[in-house]
């Protein structure tokens, strides 16, 4: 089993930046690909951001594009994702995902293992 954990969310104005942090731990030589998704209120789960072991792949959401950038670091088995130029409409539950394969994928199926979340509001 792994087991991930965010950190980072908070409150922050509009234009502002935030740094979330997964730190994942258990079998973690079993986890390749990562990413991020997000939930708003009243709204279904959301892709934002994956990740390849290496990092040397990574992909966005359209809405995050150029805002958003995701990172990790396999030596402290941690994925950060930091936003820019924040805006009200982000404000969600962001969660981390991790999977067993190192393609990515955008689907939340396609993932096996899922933090608890942190909230992120942006106000306006």
């Known amino acids: 089993q792994v087991q991930l954990v965010e950190s980072g969310g908070g409150l922050v104005q509009a234009g502002g930046s935030l740094r979330v942090s997964c730190v994942a731990s258990?079998?973690?030589?079993?986890?390749?690909?990562m990413g991020w998704f997000r939930q708003a209120p009243g709204k279904e789960r959301e892709f934002v951001s994956g990740?390849?072991?290496?990092?040397?792949?990574?992909n966005y959401a359209d809405s995050v594009k150029g805002r958003f950038t995701i990172s990790r670091d396999n030596a402290k088995n941690t994925v950060y994702l930091q936003m820019n130029s924040l805006k009200p409409e982000d404000t969600a539950v962001y969660y981390c995902?991790?999977?067993?394969?190192?393609?990515?994928?955008?689907?939340?199926?396609?993932?096996?293992?899922w933090g608890q979340g942190t909230q992120v509001t942006v106000s306006a």
């Open positions: 990740i390849s072991w290496s990092g040397s792949s990574t």
């Open positions: 258990g079998r973690t030589r079993s986890v390749y690909a």
């Open positions: 995902a991790a999977r067993l394969y190192n393609i990515l994928t955008t689907r939340e199926n396609d993932y096996q293992y």
